[in-house]
């Protein structure tokens, strides 16, 4: 069970505090539902490169609720389309929440098999499962590079780790650690700012895994014996609300496939792993991630076709502000320098526009 955090404030915090060096295990933050129901923006963690902030945080477009199971009992389900929507709490739902979530820390605590695995996003031994297949039609139809011809520069590097003597070289270090990765259908869309930008589509990008059936039930148990520590005017609210965590809870470790964004530099690492992205998530924008995969501070994300050009707009004065940007081979970076712009580099909103010049849609950071 996840440990969460009370805020997502407390999450950016931590992640912005950690620091990951070349080619070390990224690490996953325990998502707070609280924080992602309250700003619809849940955070994973990225390998970054001689800087402090190792965040990638991403939109979660809200109609992305998985389909539900269909066939005969024991059937495996169709993949999901996307995350699992975040249900929304009013202010006493939220109180109802802290012993939600405390039960669930009770439990992490108590029964190992309960946590989250680690990810080890930036781990090239966590191996990964290649597909020799193709993506689906309509991840085919919004991303052009995916596409093209396959070339030899699409093919995704060694990872190399440490300086002689003790350099290891890993020959599939670079592939994201996900199911089915469609490994003939990788494709460099970028070199900038020292870093290479490759999309890697898979069957299944969810890095979540399916925790055992027993934890849902110590969670019901540990939160029953938190019980007479609940004000009463909360204890049939909590116990009510109790259904709707554990739903969520199980919706976040269901199958959806889509596209990776990996950035990387020369010897492999950066910001590799899979803040992976759904059509519906690429199609509504939410897919920003923020880094220095060679040193130098960006922000970064994945466009559909017909997208030319993508504009950050940011609260305060900046010199040039707004920032606009080429989004090229379905990928658009804007360098942060020093990183000056708030919020690690995440806007206010984003404009995209067409060759032409047409606004095709805005993305709002904040709701």
Known sequence: M??????????????????????????????????????????????????????????????????????????????????????????????????????????????????????????????PSLSQGSPSAGTLAILGVLRRAEAPSDRLPPRIIGAPPNQHTYPNGTIPPVHGVYIHYVRKARHRYGANYYLAPAENVNLNRPLPERCYSEQRAALRSELPGIPPTLRAGTLALESRYLTYQRQLARPYPGVCLIAINDTGNGDGGCPGYSVSQIEAGHTLSSGAPAGVPVVYGIAPDGVRTVTFYYKGKYPGHPLTVLAINNVYILHNPHQRFPNYGFPDKLVWRSASGTVLKTIRWQP
């Open 2 to 127: 996840s440990n969460f955090f009370d805020s997502l404030e407390g999450q950016l915090r931590a992640a912005a505090s950690t620091q990951i060096a070349a080619g070390e295990t990224g690490g996953r933050p325990r998502k707070s539902w609280i924080a992602t129901v309250a700003h619809g923006v849940p955070l994973v963690l990225g390998v970054a490169v001689s800087i402090a902030i190792a965040a990638v945080v991403l939109f979660v477009a809200r109609h992305g609720q998985p389909s539900a199971p269909s066939g005969q009992p024991g059937s495996t389900p169709p993949p999901a389309s996307g995350p699992p929507a975040f249900p929304h709490l009013n202010r006493t739902q939220r109180k109802e929440l802290v012993y939600l979530e405390k039960a669930d820390g009770t439990v992490s605590r108590q029964d190992r098999g309960c946590r989250p695995a680690p990810l080890g996003l930036g781990d090239p031994s966590r191996k």
